[in-house]
Every structure is written in structure tokens, then in C-alpha cells.
């Protein structure tokens, strides 16, 4: 009796602490500002439309109560502060954001404490994509590369280890180094292949690789994706021999899907495929193909739980793509001599003030500035003399889909997309001190031709580019 008693107690203790949920308390030394927290459970898509939100007061503690898991949070603070904590059931953990550093204590302090380090070899890592001085830049030979990475897998297992005892976070975390030094590799290899330095070596270890795309937790890795893609590329376009030419801008969300459909399955193809979608419309790419993958998704998982977060943007493609045109305060200017020069570009506006904005169909920001131009031009001065120009810098195979923003977003005005001659205008007359243009740019020309504001107000501040082309209409 008193053996079963026991063992109900425990059952009894047991529910009580799972049953509980975890608290994190937050603290900052800094002004008051927005904390975006969610879960990096492999569920939840990595985007912030899906976050939570507290305000945290500075000087305050602010406490959040998260769902009885064990998950990995991201927290973001603002600014670049982010942080990983590890909850558990029934925990307490804190979180202090202090100047420029990040403080913990409580029940999960050695776990996030561990996973401030993870976050470092996290960041080598995918620095390798954008750091010209990467370690690994110079690097050929696969003997090499392999030992460096050995090394510095070592040391990571080694304090894992050493902070943390065994059990499922361990596992976890000794998962997310194998992926992220495979995503590593991944990427040396598709560089080497564009230096045409890949090398037979480097070939036979990428067949030998399990890149473990059935395992459930690989999907909570925020490598999982990227290692899925880059595998998917080197396997068509080096080990199957596909020419690359045959996969497009706009053919290529198609060409992934249909890879993931044959190497995923489950849970893990449900999740990358969604996150294939999203990531197209919370880009705003606008791919021709996403509302026909939509329909094949949903085809496959019925019941999935992104059908909320995808259909809204699914919805706006499909509009974009089957919308009627015709509205005659859309102009396309038409040249009947190239221009020569940035005043030549002007002529046809000669004695009218031009505000210019400079975007392209790739450019989030840009697209994001047109839901502003409504309230800007009412804020315009009363005069017949000014107009609005829309500088597109796309290529010539995204002719298509510019046509179709312009129509979409009802930007009236003129349009003008830029050929590789009037590019280079547009790029000499304003790139930066390192030769870099950046978008969305807004320039404002005065009655002659000649830029009176290189870097305009944007239309979110319609007062002040109210008074900026008043300026020159005295």
C-alpha cells in the first residue's frame, strides 16, 4: 500500500511541476521599449508577424508567462538586442538587458548562458555568406577546411558538456552544431563550385554527408531551411547536372518545391514548404508561381496550421497577376532618343518640379512606401507644376512583373524602367561614396533639371516634403 501510495505521489508531484507554466522576468536598464518574444520550436514560422509582445518598462521587472514546454524563446528588445533563453516547466528564469551586454539567472541560467555561446558559432557560421575576411574564405583544401572545423566543434561539445548535464537540451544542442558546421560546409561548396575550384574531394564528402532531413529536430533549427536549399542546388546543378540556366528567377520557388517534395515528408516537408511560401511573400518577391504551389500545398496537408499566415499574401499575388489595367494617370515615359546624361533623362519634364522615387519590384522597403503616397500628395503644394516619377531599376526579365505593381499599387504618375544605358545614368548620378546605390531613394528636381534634393523626405514624412518642394516653387 505504501508502494503504491509512493508512486502516486509521484505521479501526483510530477503533474504539478509539468503542469506549470514558465516565467521569464525582464529587466533593462535602458528606456521603455517593445519585447517581441516566440518559440523556436520548429513550428512557428521565423518571421515577426508572429510574435507576442510585452512592453518593458526600464527600471521595472516585467514578467512573461510562456506555455508549459521546453522550448528555446527569442527575445528582441530592439536595436540588435536579442537574446535565447531556454524555458522549462515550472521555471524562473530572468533576463537582464543591461548597456550593451546580456545578464541571466534562475533555474535554465547554465543552458542560457550556453546558448549566448551557440548564438557566437551560430554567427561564424553564417557569416561566411556576406564576410570577405571569413576564416574559411581562403580556404581550398578540403583536409583543411574539415580540420578547422573539427577543432572548433570540439571546443563547442566541450563546454556543452561542461556546463550542461545530459538530457534532451544537450541532445538538442549537439544536433545544432552537426547542422550548422553542415551548413557551413554547404556554402564553402557552392562558392568553390562558382571559383570552378570544386574538386573531386570536396564532391565525394558531400555524398557521404547525412544531412538528416527526416529528423524532427532538425526542423528547429533556423539552419534547416538553408541547408535544405543549398543541398537541393549543389545536388541538381553539380552531382545531377542540370543546367542552371533552366532554373529562373521566377521558376525557382517551383524547382525547390518539387526537390522538397521528394527528400521531405511529414511534419518537416509541411513545415519547409510553408516556410518556402512565406518567406516569397514576406519578402514580397511576388513570384508568378506561388498561388498554383499554394493550391498543390494545401493539396498535401489540408489541415496544416500556416493556412492563416499564407493566405492573405496567397490572395494578394493572385490578384496582382489577374488584375485589369487601364487607368490613364499611369504614364510610361517613352523616349524617342536615349538619354545621354541624368538632365538629359529630364527633358520631358522641362519647367515642372519632379519628385523621384527610385525602387524596384525586389526592394520590401519600396513597396512598403507605397501605402504612403496618397497622404503625401495631399500634402502636396497647390500647383499644376509638380509631378511624380517612379525610377524602376529593374532588369529587363522583371518587365512583366513591374508593369503589374504599378497597376496593382495604382501609382499614378509616370514610370520609367531603367535600360542598362539609363541604368548606369541612374547609378553615377546617385550612388554613394563607396559606389553603392541604395533604395528605396527619393530625389526631388527642380523646373531646369537639376537635382535641388538628393536625398528627399520620403513620403512617410509628407510635411516635409511639403516644405522641401515648396522651397521651389518661390
Known sequence: M????????????????????????????????????????????PFYSLYSSVTAVCGQMTEIELPCSETIYKLSLGKGKTAL????????????????????????????????????????????????????????????FKKNIADRKAKEEALLKKAIPAGRFMLQQQHFIDLRYKALFLKKAISLKASSTFSADWMNEFKAMDFCFSDSI????????????????????????????????????????????????????????????????????????????YDKYIALFPDNPYIEILLPGVTKISALYHQKTGNDKIQIVCYETEPEDF????????????????????????????????AMKQHFPDSKD???????????????????????YNLEGYHYRVNKNTSQIIYSAFKDSKGIL?????????????????????????????????????
Request: with cysteine; hydrophobic share 40%.
Open 438 to 474: 541604395t533604395i528605396p531613394r527619393y530625389v526631388i528636381v527642380d523646373k531646369n533639371g537639376k537635382i535641388a534634393f538628393m536625398n528627399a523626405a520620403s513620403p512617410s514624412n509628407p510635411i516635409e516634403v511639403r516644405k522641401q518642394l515648396q522651397t521651389l516653387l518661390k
Open 218 to 293: 532538425s526542423r528547429q533549427s533556423g539552419f534547416f531551411p538553408k541547408i535544405l536549399k543549398d543541398y537541393v542546388f549543389i545536388k541538381s546543378f553539380v552531382l545531377d547536372g542540370i543546367d542552371p540556366k533552366t532554373v529562373d528567377e521566377e521558376s525557382v520557388n517551383t524547382f525547390l518545391f518539387e526537390n522538397y517534395c521528394h527528400l521531405l515528408s511529414d511534419k518537416n516537408l509541411e513545415y519547409v514548404a510553408a516556410h518556402l511560401l512565406y518567406d516569397d511573400i514576406f519578402q514580397k518577391r511576388y513570384s508568378k508561381d506561388i498561388p498554383s504551389l
Open 85 to 144: 533563453v531556454y524555458a522549462t516547466a515550472g521555471s524562473v528564469d530572468t533576463v537582464f538587458f543591461y548597456r550593451d551586454s546580456i545578464c541571466f539567472s534562475g533555474h535554465n541560467q547554465a543552458c542560457n548562458l550556453y546558448l549566448k555561446e551557440a548564438e557566437r558559432a551560430d554567427e561564424y557560421c553564417r557569416s561566411y555568406s556576406y564576410t570577405r575576411n571569413h576564416p574559411l574564405a581562403k580556404v581550398q583544401s578540403l583536409a583543411m
Open 343 to 374: 538632365t538629359d533623362m529630364m527633358r520631358p519634364f522641362a519647367g515642372k518640379i519632379v519628385y523621384i522615387d527610385i525602387w524596384a519590384t525586389t526592394c520590401s522597403p519600396c513597396i512598403q512606401s507605397f501605402s504612403n503616397v496618397v
Open 2 to 45: 505504501i508502494k503504491y501510495f509512493a508512486f502516486f505521489l509521484l505521479l501526483s508531484v510530477t503533474a504539478l511541476v509539468y503542469g506549470r507554466s514558465q516565467k521569464l522576468v525582464i529587466k533593462t536598464d535602458k528606456e521603455s521599449a517593445e519585447l517581441r518574444y516566440w518559440p523556436l520550436d520548429g513550428k512557428q514560422l
Open 386 to 408: 509638380i509631378v511624380l516619377l517612379y525610377l524602376s531599376i529593374d532588369r529587363d526579365e522583371r518587365h512583366e512583373k513591374w508593369n503589374r505593381m504599378i497597376n496593382y
